[in-house]
Nanobody, 127 residues
């Protein structure tokens, strides 16, 4: 069992940065592939970024590529999402997710493949 808790959301102006953090608890949390997803009102939950449990492989949605960076610290069981140059279209609830039983370098992008989810943190970007 893995518990995930997100933090770092807020309301900001376009162009600024935010850093989201996901704290994972559980004996084997460091061996889970992790992902950040977001869901805007009336829209499906979509992948934002993913990282392998070894940390060497990452994935970014085209909409955030070059602006967002996912990273993890397995010693602290945390996964962060650095979000720069935020846009109004980034407004959504952001969720952290974990998937176990995958190879060290595998990144998971399909939300249906994840085993555990956090409660989400709201990010609101105004123009």
């Amino acid at each position: 069992q893995v518990q995930l808790v997100e933090s770092g959301g807020g309301s900001v102006q376009a162009g600024v940065s935010l850093r989201l953090s996901c704290a994972a608890s559980g004996r084997t949390a460091s061996s889970y592939a992790m992902g950040w997803f977001r869901q805007a009102p009336g829209k499906e939950r979509e992948v934002v970024a993913g990282i392998s449990w070894g940390g060497g492989s990452t994935y970014y949605a085209d909409s955030v590529k070059g602006r967002f960076t996912i990273s993890r610290d397995n010693a602290k069981n945390t996964v962060d999402l650095q979000m720069n140059s935020l846009k109004p279209e980034d407004t959504a609830v952001y969720y952290c997710a974990a998937r176990g039983g995958v190879p060290r370098r595998q990144v998971t992008t399909n939300k249906n493949d994840y085993d555990y989810w956090g409660q989400g943190t709201q990010v609101t970007v105004s123009s």
